[in-house]
């Protein structure tokens, strides 16, 4: 039994979700060569912008908007693919709006604060009471109708979503004090040396990158931005920070509205933004009790159902026997006469007889050779995997046919393995 239910939304029917969805996500390095971090796979099956707009779905709002920008055509497909659902007879509404020099023949979204300024006339159109600005970019569940709650609670122009994170992480985050009315009392947008919290010198408060506001308090305010020639156009660094100094900024703790299941022991939300986070947050899903619950009925995360045939084990002989353990296997897969261990495989993997998989996270439509073995690894959508091709037993071998971490990950990509073969 689920511990908790969706609210009703009363609040969230009159918002609309803008999730920022522009971003490329530089610190994944190959994985976003062809398409925007938030288009990344995750977990088998699941984009990684699949969790923000679950959780607007979830929530009970009915307007969503997406902003894009770089190398979007991979998110555009998934998003027209998987969320074309919503009905304008309903009042609901879902907008992909790419950066399309709207306002300018020169200029494409220069900042966060300006990939929502350039479509004021959209959000106008549909004229919502709130806004809640969503990252594209994040794994975790939240219901933000709480958050609304507390916002017009509050009387406030602004409230941020925030958590406590290790100060060792708070450099690539907004990191902010509040009092304790939740009040912010200062804000500073990725501080080299982040600020602790009193009483926990070891961790800071940071931003989630999760904004509500009324809209026409929001509009105003973009109109007032856009107007500053040294603004950079962002919300965290001139926004928020603004707002702090001369408003009503309140911070809204990320456990008050975060949705676990039953099983779920913590709050669990995660940064993905580098190779090493992205693999362990998948790896992590072949737990036996893990800390997301992606088979929560309650809180879905909703995606592009892909039709595939159920996955496939073949072969039942000594050394060629068509098994996985503690792992995730996508619809359309053919484990055939290979080893699987901890692993995630997504959508239409063939691994061939003989192969060995051990911590390998393999993306979508990758076949993999015989007699191959894998350890540590990410494979890019479509790789062909050599037969007898060894990873992660020889570390100066693989770190010079492939991108490898500090950890001994293994990235693997079609070109690399193009550079390697005869």
């Known amino acids: 039994m689920n511990a908790f239910q969706p609210s009703s939304g009363p609040l969230a029917r009159q918002a609309m979700a803008y999730v920022l969805a522009g971003g490329r996500g530089t610190r994944l390095m190959e994985l976003t060569d062809f398409r925007a971090k938030p288009a990344v796979y995750f977990g088998g099956k699941l984009r990684i912008i699949d969790f923000a707009l679950s959780n607007a779905l979830n929530s009970g709002i009915r307007r969503i908007a997406v902003a ?3 190398k979007a055509h991979s998110l555009i497909r998934h998003l027209q693919r998987g969320w074309n659902f919503f009905r304008s007879e309903r009042n609901e509404s879902f907008d992909i709006l790419p950066a399309s020099q709207r306002v300018s023949e020169d200029q494409w979204y220069m900042g966060t604060a300006d990939a929502v300024y350039q479509n004021i006339d959209i959000i106008e159109s549909y004229d919502p009471k709130y806004i809640v600005l969503l990252a594209g970019d994040h794994i975790y569940k939240m219901d933000y109708e709480q958050m609304l709650q507390q916002h017009v609670n509050a009387g406030a122009d602004v409230t941020v979503a925030c958590l406590e994170v290790p100060r060792a992480w708070a450099s690539g985050f907004g990191v902010m004090h509040v009092d304790e009315d939740d ?4 804000f500073e947008e990725k501080p080299a ?3 602790p919290m009193p009483g926990k010198p070891e961790m800071s408060l940071a931003s989630m990158g999760i904004y509500v506001f009324d809209t026409k308090f929001l509009i105003e305010q973009l109109h007032r931005d856009a107007a500053e020639p040294n603004s950079s156009r962002d919300f965290g660094k001139d926004i928020i920070p603004h707002l702090v100094k001369n408003g009503k ?12 299941s039953s099983a779920e022991r913590t709050s669990y939300w995660r940064d993905v933004g ?6 362990d947050a998948n790896i992590d899903l072949t737990d036996v009790v893990p800390d997301l619950d992606i088979y929560d009925r309650n809180w879905p995360i909703w995606t592009y159902a892909e039709i595939t045939a159920p996955a496939k084990f073949v072969h039942d ?3 060629r026997r068509g098994e996985a353990i503690s792992s995730l296997i996508a619809g359309g897969s053919i484990v055939s006469g290979a080893s699987v261990h901890r692993s995630l495989l997504s959508s239409n993997v063939h691994a061939h007889s003989f192969a060995k998989l051990d911590g390998a996270v393999i993306l979508p439509d990758v076949d993999i050779g015989r007699y191959a073995r894998l350890s540590r690894v990410i494979v890019d959508r479509g790789v062909k995997i050599p037969t007898g091709l060894v990873v992660g037993e020889d570390p100066e071998l693989d770190a010079k046919r492939f991108r490898r971490t500090a950890s001994g990950l293994s990235l693997i990509t079609q070109r690399m393995i193009d550079r390697i073969s005869p």
């Open 193 to 195: 040396n982040p600020a």
């Open 183 to 186: 009040r912010i009392l200062s």
């Open 274 to 279: 580098t190779v090493d986070a992205y693999y």
């Open 68 to 70: 894009t920008q770089y």
């Open 249 to 260: 900024a309140m911070a809204h703790p990320f456990d008050r509205s975060c949705v676990r």
């Open 317 to 319: 002989v000594e050394g």
